[in-house]
């Protein structure tokens, strides 16, 4: 039993590693989105893939691990999409005034 938990561990750990790097990105890019904003696109497909990896292993096996992926992958996203949408319309507001 205890060998079966170990196989499938893997996949909450790779989230939560994801997870942090992917909210470590995104916090940099949030207060410094003028010289920053490009962390996103490393952010971006790092949180998805920490939610992917989070879900699979929450299906797999309970752990905290996976959970905490989950939570931490979403804020992340969450970060990165605000970063993103206000980015693009400061410069399509740019844009329109020229």
């Given at each position: 039993m205890e060998q079966e938990v170990k196989k499938h561990e893997g996949?909450?750990?790779?989230?939560?590693?994801l997870s942090i790097i992917a909210l470590v990105f995104s916090?940099?890019?949030l207060p410094a989105?003028?010289?920053m904003f490009w962390l996103n696109y490393l952010a971006?497909?790092?949180?998805?893939?920490g939610l992917i990896f989070g879900i699979i292993?929450?299906?797999?096996?309970?752990d905290?691990?996976?959970l905490a992926g989950i939570i931490?992958?979403?804020i992340a996203l969450a970060f990165s999409v605000i970063v993103l949408v206000v980015v693009y319309?400061?410069?399509l507001g740019a844009a329109a005034a020229l």
């Open positions: 996949f909450g750990v790779a989230s939560l590693v916090a940099i890019a989105w003028v010289f971006l497909p790092l949180a998805v893939l292993g929450r299906v797999k096996n309970k905290g691990k996976s931490m992958s979403s319309v400061i410069l």
